[in-house]
């Protein structure tokens, strides 16, 4: 969390319009999921990883890192769906256990590997909008879409607790490690239900401390920050549109083909 910040406001693409990355993310995914074709997730996942990594500068080695954590789950999630147990063998590759038969089809494998590649899209996607814009300019999107302002602080102040809470267990967790807290199963158990006691005592401290702060800045129920408004330029937003406008016709030329 704290390093996707980072990189976040180190991004070359940060004094980027906001919006104009909202509408590019956002409407991409929008063609990964509704297409579902293997070419347009392709080309997703390399536009989008290309705009990522050489345009905003994000180190490719966390990059890697990031995409490494979705496709474990995905590679664990989509065996069930590449794997048919059956009372018959479906398929050449099929294997014979307790009188049943596990296979592998054509159509299933291709159908899970579809899926992988559509879910690193997407993923892709997101990467792009969250390494690339912090949280206080996506803040600022969904107040210029008209998002509800009670939702808005919501989200800022639970960003705020986030990393409140991250700095605080950590501290614990060092002064329990140091103590030897953790050198059993037992003693890591106990030492767990007392960082999450102390968690949970520090963070109602620290709420009602941030309260006590806000309302002697004169709080009357809004969180005004400092906005920065950045006005996309003509050549970004039409090629944005060019990008989206190439992946639907494409799209559509495939769907023919089919």
Not at 6 to 13: N, Q
Not at 24 to 35: E, G, K, R
Not at 125 to 153: A, G, M, W
């Amino acid at each position: 969390m704290i390093m996707i910040d980072k990189l976040a406001y180190s991004s070359k693409l940060r004094y980027k319009s906001p919006c104009l990355k909202s509408f590019v993310a956002v409407s991409t995914l929008f063609i990964c999921v509704i297409a579902r074709l293997p070419l347009i997730s392709l080309l997703i996942l390399l536009c989008m990883g290309s705009l990522t990594v050489f345009i905003g500068k994000t180190s490719l080695k966390y990059y890697l890192k990031l995409m490494i954590i979705p496709l474990g789950f995905l590679i664990l999630s989509t065996i069930a769906i590449i794997v048919n147990i059956s009372d018959e063998p479906l398929s050449s590759i099929s294997i014979a256990l307790l009188g049943k038969y596990i296979s592998i089809t054509t159509a299933s494998f291709y159908y899970g590997c579809n899926l992988i590649l559509v879910s690193l899209a997407a993923v892709s996607c997101l990467y792009f909008l969250s390494l690339s814009t912090p949280v206080i300019d996506l803040l600022y999107v969904l107040k210029t879409i008209h998002c509800p302002e009670l939702i808005i602080e919501l989200l800022l102040l639970i960003y705020r607790f986030i990393f409140v809470l991250l700095d605080i267990s950590n501290s614990i967790y060092t002064s329990q490690k140091c103590r030897l807290g953790n050198r059993n199963f037992k003693t890591s158990l106990k030492s767990a239900s007392s960082l999450c006691a102390v968690m949970f005592i520090r963070a109602l401290k620290k709420s009602s401390m941030l309260y006590d702060s806000m309302e002697s800045r004169c709080y009357d129920g809004r969180i005004n920050v400092l906005k920065r408004y950045v006005k996309a330029e003509r050549k970004e937003i039409i090629l944005s549109i060019i990008f989206e406008v190439a992946l639907i016709i494409i799209a559509i030329i495939c769907w023919r083909s089919i």
